[in-house]
RNA sequence: GCGGGCGUGGCGGAAUGGUAGACGCGCCAGCCUUAGGAGCUGGUAGGGUUCUCCCUGUGGAGGUUCAAAUCCUCUCGCCCGCACCA
């Protein structure tokens, strides 16, 4: 017998794959009236070509592999695509410190990922292959932002974003870890500059309400998502400038506590700040605070434990209910970002307007009362009190509940024009320009006569420029291309000058998905009804780590698109299943700590076949696991096994042995049986929940089952049938796991295309086995346990258990209270 | 602070109301071998023991049930997300 050599068997069968393009699927001839029934869209989230693949990538690309191949030997036509999110700041940031283009870099990673896949024998189709990066992709990119300016989804505006000094750009929230730059560390400020937008605010009604279209979205993303958006009722109540006669919305969602309202807060970017102090004895103290609070970053103002600062203005708000005066201040506490900018200050019932009331000594004044807070505890109070109660010093509403105060209050501000109810969220726009070098141009041109122009559908892709110096620099590196920023105006021909912003790479990443179905079309996107035949994707598998930003751009996206008649459908991914995160000694893997575990080495070590067993076999492959150098042994160690068993198996039982295992008895019909109960296991395992490991397990425990009576089942020509079965069985099931090792053995035993037979269905006569061990409890301990036969009835397993002197001895002189006999199960005898 | 998740042998994990610890790693023993870091077989939660049983045991405490790792209440620890969002 040869040795199991991965190498050899991996390479052959890769070889096959790609020369018969094995997982090529073409678009049906007619997309629009095809049946969709077997169709099942596989998708991976894309990889970012930093580098090469690291065990997080494998983990996903093997779970993508197993499903996508799973599927297709039950009869799907699975459509399971690649591509790379080629595009971002890595890479730029990489080509700054080596001095390699970021086109150059990214083609050597690109061609790095696809050997590294073909390697893992994922069941690709090729054909449809795509990076983010290529104009011929970010054409459609740019398309896509013309079609949302067109819709007014895609607009500019000045706007307080995080600036890096040191690396002079302006940086994503995402890019700011602990209010410094992710690259260098730097704390950032905060500038405010000109930026594009998406209106993805328009869709969060939309964005919440559609999950309930999502069939099995892990509850964790969803409610991350939900967090994000931060939907919050309310009501928008106005308040008038005392002597200036300017209304000013605020929004609350605490309308039932308007009577405490003691003060009236502006953020420190208010329009209405200037105004109320211009020409004032305020103006110099209050213009002071509104610069130093612009100078600070947004994170750190983002922080709670900060004590209150704020700033009078020296003008006082009208309270709508009871026409009382309270001091407008300015402080930075209230966000210019969310709600209206402005906030009615209740000190009473809100921590934060407490910590500031106590600062500036203002009133503290009760309007709920509860437990040990009255009418007039305001002045002794300790902490806000944010519970329930019934309303006081509240005019006609006291004595409500607050509860459903709010509603009444504002019912009554409606009928008088002083208010209504409101809806508010946390969820902020997509800002989407980048002044940086590596990604998709903006396609806007700026005409003095004109104003803001898109550029023509027709005249895409606006080609990202070769520059000398891509450096961040303040502006984007583009923006020194002189033959690339001045150019003519569309509209009326005369000199304009480009946008010279990127975009963010959320935005490439946002419907390639879409792409894939159609990749080579140059005339749109993608066909509209190709795309409607493949999508939504069936079935996605990625990080966690992408719960929010990606996950919920490309729901926003798929929207858009929708709402554009471009696709039939509005949510993009109907099943999502993260992957838990791969340890290693103890720690996340990173370059930094040294604790990377390198793919390439173990496949050319075990090969692909034992790495990718192993990385499923480790556990279930939602949670975090620990690698363990010594884990993988051991699945090299059953791969080995397996080459065994099944070789010494085509050798000793020839393919014409007995076939039929009727009439069969002893070990020789257990191992039948086993191998049978082996394909239901299998099956559910993968198909219902995704439990890899415990299918993995499966398998190994009918090869050692197979292992013990493989000698004395040699020697009978029924043996020697079943064990042919056995071992096709085997390799039938292990298949999605490990392809190539399986590949070759199948065709050893005499077959030829492993991955185009069908999925073994376990024969219903062979499936229970003819006796059980029954359990015998008293009083719910175990104290005996009876082989009993499968068929025997409920009044037969408690003859059995009643007869056994073990049972006896338990029960012996004591009452009988109750018998449970569970068929299959136990039996429990409950005495006194 | 708010929200979510997790806690089971030396280790990864299995069991989702019915035999706790499947399967694998590690370890121990036997066989085979010139040798083995190969292969094959057996053992391996803790404690007790008359060697066949007994007791204890799923972070901790309580509860529901004939029966709880699993359901409920409280509590401790770890991890993740969000966090001045009015």
């Known amino acids: 017998m040869d040795k199991y050599i991965p190498a050899d068997i991996e390479t052959k069968w890769q070889r096959v794959w790609e020369e018969e393009r094995s997982f090529e699927v073409p678009d049906p001839e007619t997309p629009g009236g095809a049946d969709r029934s077997e169709k099942s869209y596989v998708l991976e989230m894309l990889p970012y070509p930093s580098g090469t693949l690291h065990m997080g990538h494998v983990k996903n690309y093997t779970m993508g592999d ?22 971002g700041l890595n890479t730029e940031n990489v080509a700054i410190k080596t001095g390699i283009h970021p086109a150059e870099l990214t083609r050597i990673n690109t061609g790095n990922i696809n050997r590294q896949l073909h390697r893992l024998g994922v069941s690709i189709d090729w054909s449809r292959e795509l990076a983010t990066c290529d104009p011929e992709y970010y054409r459609w990119t740019q398309y896509f932002f013309l079609k949302f300016f067109e819709r007014g989804l895609a607009y500019k505006k000045e706007a307080p974003v995080n600036w890096c000094p040191s690396c002079a750009t302006v940086l994503a929230n995402e890019q700011v870890v602990q209010g410094g730059c992710e690259r260098c560390s730097t704390p950032v400020e905060t500038r405010s500059l000109a930026q594009w937008f998406f209106r993805i605010t328009d869709y969060a009604e939309r964005l919440l309400d559609d999950f309930k279209q999502l069939e099995s ?36 969602t605490r309308p039932d506590t308007l009577f405490g309202a003691t003060f009236f807060l502006l953020a420190p970017e208010h329009e209405l700040v200037e105004t109320l102090v211009a020409g004032t004895e305020y103006e110099n103290k209050v213009r002071d605070y509104v610069t130093s609070s612009r100078l600070k970053p947004l994170v750190d103002r983002a922080m709670a434990e900060r004590e209150k600062t704020g700033e009078f203005t020296g003008r006082y708000a009208v309270n709508p209910v009871n026409g009382e005066k309270i001091p407008i201040w300015v402080s930075d506490y209230v966000l210019m970002e969310y709600g209206t900018g402005a906030i009615m200050a209740v000190p009473a019932h809100d921590q934060r307007d407490f910590e500031f009331a106590r600062k500036f000594g203002i009133e503290v004044r009760v309007v709920v009362s509860g437990e040990g807070v009255g009418a007039e505890s305001g002045p002794g109070l300790e902490a806000a009190f944010e519970e329930e109660g019934a309303l006081v010093n509240s005019g006609r509403f006291d004595g409500m509940l607050n509860r459903d105060a709010g509603a009444a209050i504002t019912e009554w501000l409606n009928g008088e024009s002083l208010g209504r109810a409101a809806v508010s969220y946390r969820l902020r726009d997509w800002l989407v320009s980048r002044q940086r070098y590596w990604g998709a141009p903006i396609p806007i041109v700026y005409c003095d006569k004109c104003g803001t122009v898109p ?10 420029p070769d520059v000398e110096d891509y450096a961040p620099k303040g502006k984007s590196p583009i923006a020194t291309n002189e033959e690339f920023v001045n150019t003519v105006c569309p509209v009326c021909g005369g000199p304009a000058k480009r946008e010279t912003d990127t975009m963010d790479t959320f935005v490439d990443s946002s419907w390639y998905f879409l792409r894939y179905t159609d990749p080579r079309n140059d005339r749109e996107p993608f066909d509209r009804a190709i795309a409607n035949y493949w999508m939504p994707v069936d079935q996605y598998i990625g990080g966690v780590e992408h719960a929010i930003l990606h996950l919920m751009y490309a729901r926003f996206f798929t929207k858009v698109l929708y709402d554009m008649d471009l696709v039939a459908f509005e949510e993009p991914f109907n099943n999502l299943f993260t992957q838990g995160m791969i340890y290693y000694q103890g720690a996340k893997m990173s370059k930094s700590k040294g604790n990377v575990v390198n793919p390439d080495d173990h496949v050319e070590n ?12 480790m556990g279930p492959p939602e949670l975090d696991v620990e690698w363990q150098d010594q884990g993988i042994e051991g699945t090299f160690r059953f791969l080995g096994r397996v080459w065994r068993l099944i070789n010494e198996i085509i050798e000793k039982a020839p393919a014409d042995s007995a076939a039929g295992f009727e009439g069969l008895g002893g070990d020789i019909i257990k191992i039948v049986r086993k191998a049978n109960q082996t394909i239901v296991k299998v099956s559910g395992d993968v198909s219902e929940r995704f439990r890899f490991n415990t299918a993995i397990s499966a398998v190994m425990e009918l090869v050692n089952d197979t292992y013990l009576v493989k000698d004395e089942l040699f020697q009978s020509d029924a043996g020697r049938g079943v064990l042919r079965f056995t071992a096709e069985t085997v390799v039938k099931l292990l298949d999605p796991f490990a392809p190539h090792i399986c590949a070759e053995l199948w065709e050893r035993l005499g077959h030829r295309r492993l991955w185009q037979e069908p999925w073994p269905r376990a024969d219903e006569r062979f499936l229970e086995d003819e006796t059980y061990e029954l359990v015998v409890q008293v009083n719910g301990k175990v104290r005996d346990r009876l082989q009993v036969a499968s068929s025997a009835g409920k009044e037969d397993l ?3 258990a009643r007869a056994s002197g073990k049972i006896a001895k338990y029960t012996g002189g004591k009452q009988l209270v109750k018998e449970i006999v569970v068929p299959g199960r136990l039996v429990n005898i409950v005495v006194k």
Request: aromatic residues 14%.
């Open 66 to 87: 197993v499903i996508a191949r799973f599927r297709a030997r039950n009869g799907a036509i699975i459509f399971h695509p690649m591509g790379y999110d080629a595009f």
């Open 217 to 252: 979205w892990p509850e964790r993303v969803i409610t991350m998502q939900r967090n994000w958006i931060g939907r919050s009722e309310g009501a928008e109540v106005i308040f008038r400038v005392d002597g200036l006669g300017i209304d000013v919305p605020v929004f609350t």
């Open 455 to 464: 550029v023509p559908v027709d005249d895409l892709p606006v080609l990202l």
């Open 606 to 617: 075990y090969g692909a076949d034992t790495l990718r067993l192993y990385i499923l076999f």
């Open 798 to 800: 408690l003859a059995a």
